[in-house]
């Protein structure tokens, strides 16, 4: 996916998890900070942090129902290997998810094609993600969850804890019962990554709801992703380690 219109900026602080207050650059036309608004209601905490150097899609021209000009999409964050863009936008993962179906890439084994994708499809008590149907009638439920911790290396999810996303896995758990193909993607947003793991220090119960959905037939998959400053796509599939 591409984004439009990018500037850089330097993070001052984010008075609540949908604003964060941004100096631009040197030559951008406001002198003062601005009001951006941030694409992910998740803590960022080791991202966002004050001096860190951040991209902006300005929207003017464009600002339809917008109240806030700027959107914050991405951070540069410092790692052993340098510097390393990290997309923050919480709706990107779902996109590039459904282009990547639409190609035919991310298909479990059983599944030919994305012949048929639904988004935010009603399955039990939930609304997944995807429902995917082939050319032969095979049915694929799946979920999308975007990752942004890394630790060493290693990219961690979930960030803070999550009942919701227990539920989902609970869901594809059933489905597998009921006949049905199911896969959790975990998209992670920046290069750089050995490998992923649930973050068990956060949330145990996650961890072992993924031990046990994986046990059950759900495929888990984990994919890294080329960032750029205005532009996000899906590279590499990389291992996942479950178990403490």
């Keep these: 996916m591409i984004y439009e219109n990018i500037i850089t900026g330097k993070f001052i602080s984010r008075p609540n998890r949908f604003i964060a207050l941004v100096e631009l650059e ?8 601005v009001k951006a608004h941030v694409k992910n209601t998740g803590r960022l905490g080791e991202l966002l942090i004050p001096g860190a150097k951040v991209f902006l899609e300005d929207h003017e021209g464009r600002m339809g129902s917008r109240k806030l000009r700027y959107s914050l999409i991405a951070v540069s964050k410092s790692s052993d290997g340098g510097d390393v863009i990290v997309n923050v936008d919480s709706q990107a993962p779902n996109k590039i998810v459904k282009e990547a179906l639409q190609s035919g890439r991310l298909l479990p084994a059983g599944i030919s094609d ?14 997944l993600d995807f429902y995917v149907e082939d050319s032969k ?10 990752v942004t911790l890394e630790d060493g290396g290693i990219a961690k999810f979930p960030d803070a804890p999550t009942e919701r996303g227990i539920k ?3 869901e594809l758990i059933k489905a597998v019962k009921e006949g049905y193909k199911a896969a959790i993607v975990f998209v992670i947003k920046m290069k750089g990554i050995n490998r992923f793991s649930p973050n068990y220090d ?10 046990h959905a994986k046990a059950a037939g759900v495929e888990i998959i984990a994919v890294d992703c080329n ?13 996942t380690i479950l178990g403490i």
């Design 137 to 146: 009638g095979c049915k694929l439920l799946m979920e999308v969850k975007g």
């Design 202 to 211: 956060t949330h145990k119960a996650f961890g072992e709801a993924l031990e």
């Design 114 to 127: 994305a012949a048929k994708i639904k988004a935010e499809y009603k399955y039990g008590n939930s609304r």
């Design 227 to 239: 960032v750029e400053k205005d532009k996000l796509e899906i590279d590499s599939v990389i291992p």
């Design 26 to 33: 040197a030559e951008a036309s406001e002198s003062a900070p």
């Design 168 to 170: 989902h896995i609970d």
